[in-house]
């Protein structure tokens, strides 16, 4: 089993370049390309461009620089994740993303379907996306998503929020190039009626990727794993007993956002240490 973290939150502090050479001397395997700050939202819902190399004109040039860097410090960059909210307007900055990921060397691009949209809307939005995904060898992934009950202060049902709700999505597109990925931390949201592990079980060898973090079972607040109320023994053994092989895949942003610039790598070898222990986990 291999671990790999994401470096969108670590970006935030010392750059992307330094991000992946930090996580390559913490131990990681691979790096997770995180690209949230290709885009932004503007107040028609839609993504624009920000001021960031992966919206500039050689953002290829910067995907390739990137992978450089994690050859030379031994890691590979696993997986991506394309900006959001996702939605067939948004189609340009989805396939720059692919893009990105593939020219990094990565396998799999986290695309979030839209939250309120049924799995044939959402279907709609990925069958445009997967023949380009197809061209540049690279997997779209799904994700489970949640929207918020103001009156009951806890979350409720969104796109791919349970395991009937992901699998129809998944059934949808029926395409071998169409997986998905499950956020552990959402999956525990109140509201959410489900668990992590049951989504585990539930999805079965559809699950090629994985989002970890911990919270409080009622916020999502992209903690490191053992800091708060994931029971992640239950994680595990769900993941051992769907016989998963992708990586073990921390998405801890909060987590890292908070440490001062020179104890960055501090905070990412704490990172490495919570998820060298869901390995062993995994492992024993």
């Known amino acids: 089993m291999k671990v790999s973290t994401e470096i969108g939150s670590i970006s935030k502090l010392v750059g992307e370049e330094k991000a992946v050479e930090f996580v390559a001397?913490?131990?990681?395997?691979?790096?997770?390309?995180?690209?949230?700050?290709?885009?932004?939202?503007?107040?028609?819902?839609?993504l624009v461009p920000k001021n960031h190399p992966t919206a500039q004109d050689d953002y290829l040039a910067f995907a390739r620089k990137l992978k450089q860097i994690g050859l030379d410090n031994g890691i590979i960059c696993n997986q991506g994740h394309a900006?959001?909210?996702?939605?067939?307007?948004?189609?340009?900055?989805?396939?720059?993303?692919?893009?990105?990921v593939a020219e990094a060397g990565g396998e799999i691009c986290i695309i979030h379907p839209m939250n309120n949209g049924t799995p044939e809307e959402n279907a709609e939005m990925y069958f445009e996306l997967l023949p380009f995904a197809k061209e540049h060898n690279v997997k779209i992934a799904t994700e489970n998503m949640w929207n918020w009950k103001l009156l009951h202060k806890h979350s409720c049902f969104a796109a791919c929020a349970t395991p009937e709700s992901f699998n129809a999505h998944l059934d949808a597109v029926n395409d071998d190039y169409f997986v998905a990925c499950l956020d552990i931390g959402h999956a525990e949201m109140k509201g959410s009626d489900?668990?992590?592990?049951?989504?585990?079980?539930?999805?079965?060898?559809?699950?090629?990727?994985l989002h970890i973090h911990d919270n409080d079972k009622l916020h999502d607040l992209h903690q490191i794993p053992f800091s708060?109320?994931?029971?992640f023994t239950?994680?595990?053994?769900?993941?051992?007993?769907?016989?998963y092989n992708g990586y073990l895949t921390l998405e801890a942003s909060s987590y890292i956002e908070k440490f001062p610039t020179e104890k960055v790598p501090e905070g990412v070898k704490n990172l490495y240490n919570a998820v060298e222990k869901l390995r062993i986990m995994f492992e024993e």
């Open 25 to 46: 001397k913490s131990g990681f395997d691979a790096w997770d390309f995180s690209m949230f700050e290709m885009c932004e939202k503007n107040k028609k819902g839609l």
């Open 83 to 100: 900006p959001f909210p996702s939605s067939p307007k948004s189609s340009y900055y989805l396939k720059r993303a692919i893009e990105c």
């Open 194 to 209: 489900t668990s992590a592990a049951e989504m585990i079980l539930g999805l079965g060898n559809r699950l090629k990727a």
């Open 228 to 231: 708060m109320n994931i029971d």
């Open 234 to 243: 239950s994680v595990m053994n769900a993941l051992k007993k769907i016989n």
